[in-house]
């Protein structure tokens, strides 16, 4: 049992610091949420199953849900960030739509 | 080390490593996330005051479980913590996103008076 | 700079949380209650009649606090709606620039029932098990958002959202007044019949109280994502 909850815990910490420290803002949001997950396992081990349930159901749906539309709010702009693929893949699919359109 | 023992350390390292992000961070959606971890790590250290060796979950059944049951005060408080945590993450979020639309930036640095 | 100042504050604020803590780790690791919990453990079953003694602290022993909870997260939902107004008025777009595509909408529409009775049962089953009115309230919004996520045209019936978040609140005002003008004569008493324990139909008021607190909690939720994903009414009609 200990062992368990001394691997348990170095994931807590391990995916904390990954949160805190790792570039890329949608991969620490996303980090956030599996914590959250690990969080209810730890809160799981020590009998309290009704906090565990909660903590699933809020930290790791709800508050990434809130963070994810965060991040898409306060992108520079839309267009500027979207990378490069995903832009032409847009452009090449309203291209096809606009021709099927047409051929209508 | 005993289970307790673990869970404290590791609540207190959630807090402090969720202090830091709080303080260092230049992102304000990073500094919104050391927040979480460090709500977390308190949720975690309450819960775990309230836990007693080889205890159970404080659910009566209809046949009674051999060994003690855990707090359930702790237990109570920290339910209602956690959903007051989802309140004020996503009012820090929405203030974020206003002040994304009225300064074109939730960078710290680039806004005047919240530089440090 | 500012790295220096942070680590040396974290390192203080460290140092002052090893030296509280160490009563924690010294002591052996503890096989009893303190008084509070274990007074606690010993009335409840006869005083709530509910199994999960967690629910009963919330509900019955902490019950004026749930209240005040409740509020917290109502005044939350309504900061977050009057912020998300000067939002939709400084980008002026749906958070979506297309649908999710025949297949998510689809498979969430159908995902949408289950999910609510996962959701009801976890909010009626409170008092027996692990769970209640919060973590239900919660999976509840959960089914509304998968569709919100997945259809850009979903259009939220708010109005209605509102009435039932405004009934549920003087709902859960009313059961406390009762229980004031009851012979009981205090604030949210417990004046139902407490049932068979470890039945459904148990413990008095803690699943209607619970019931309420689960419409309450949904509603917020997702009047707070409705809100922020622009996808209620109004927007619509500015973005079109």
Redesign the interface.
């Known amino acids: ?2 062992y368990i ?2 691997i348990l ?1 170095v994931f ?2 391990g995916m ?2 990954a ?2 420290l790792v570039k890329d ?1 949608r991969s ?2 996303i980090l ?1 949420s599996a ?2 997950l690990f ?1 209810s396992l ?2 799981l ?15 790791s ?3 990434t ?3 994810v ?6 992108r520079k702009s ?1 267009e500027g960030n979207t990378s490069a693929t995903v832009r032409r893949v847009d452009e090449s699919a309203r291209a096809v739509r606009q021709k099927e359109t047409d051929n209508a | 080390m005993t289970v307790p023992q673990i869970l404290y350390v590791s609540a207190f390292l959630l807090i402090l490593i969720g202090l830091y992000s709080l303080l260092t961070q230049r992102n304000m959606i990073r500094m919104i996330i050391g927040l979480n971890i460090a709500d977390l790590g308190v949720n975690l250290f309450l819960v775990t005051i309230g836990f007693v060796d080889k205890g159970s979950a404080p659910i009566f059944r209809a046949q009674a479980a051999a060994g003690p049951m855990v707090d359930p005060v702790p237990q109570a408080l920290v339910l209602t913590s956690i959903v007051i945590g989802f309140g004020v993450t996503a009012l820090a979020l929405t203030l974020v996103m206003r002040l994304f639309v009225s300064h074109g930036s939730i960078d710290t640095a680039r806004i005047r008076g919240l530089k440090w | 700079m500012r790295k220096l100042i942070g680590i040396l504050l974290i390192g203080g604020f460290a140092f002052y949380l090893v030296t509280v803590g160490m009563g924690l780790f010294s002591a052996e690791s503890r096989s009893e209650l303190d008084s509070v919990g274990s007074e606690i453990l010993a009335t409840s079953p006869d005083l709530s009649g509910a199994a999960n003694t967690v629910t009963a602290v919330v509900v019955q022993y902490r019950g004026f606090d749930t209240l005040g909870e409740v509020t917290v997260l109502f005044v939350s939902a309504l900061g977050v709606g009057m912020l998300a107004m000067a939002i939709k008025d400084g980008l002026l777009k749906n958070l979506f620039d297309d649908n999710g595509g025949f297949v998510l909408q689809a498979g969430s529409l159908a995902l949408l029932p289950f999910i609510v009775l996962v959701g009801l049962y976890i909010t009626l089953h409170g008092h027996l098990s692990p769970g209640g009115g919060f973590p239900g309230g919660v999976i509840i919004a959960t089914a509304v958002f998968v569709v919100i996520l997945t259809s850009k045209t979903l259009s939220i019936p708010r109005g209605l959202i509102n009435v039932m978040e405004t009934l549920a609140g003087l709902g859960f005002l009313a059961i406390g007044f009762v229980g004031l003008y009851s012979p009981a004569q205090s604030f949210l008493a417990n004046i139902l019949p407490k049932g068979e324990f470890g039945s459904l139909l148990s413990a008095g008021f803690i699943p209607v109280i619970y019931a309420i607190v689960a419409i309450k909690v949904a509603s917020e939720l997702i009047n707070i994502i409705s809100k922020l994903t622009a996808a209620d009414s109004d927007s619509k009609e500015a973005a079109e």
Request: hydrophobic share 75%.
């Open positions: 049992m200990t909850v001394l815990c807590l910490v904390a610091l949160a805190v803002l620490a949001i956030l914590l959250s969080a730890a809160f081990i020590v009998a309290a199953p009704d906090v565990a349930i909660t903590e699933a159901a809020i930290g749906a709800l508050t849900v809130i963070f539309i965060a991040l898409f709010r306060t839309t």
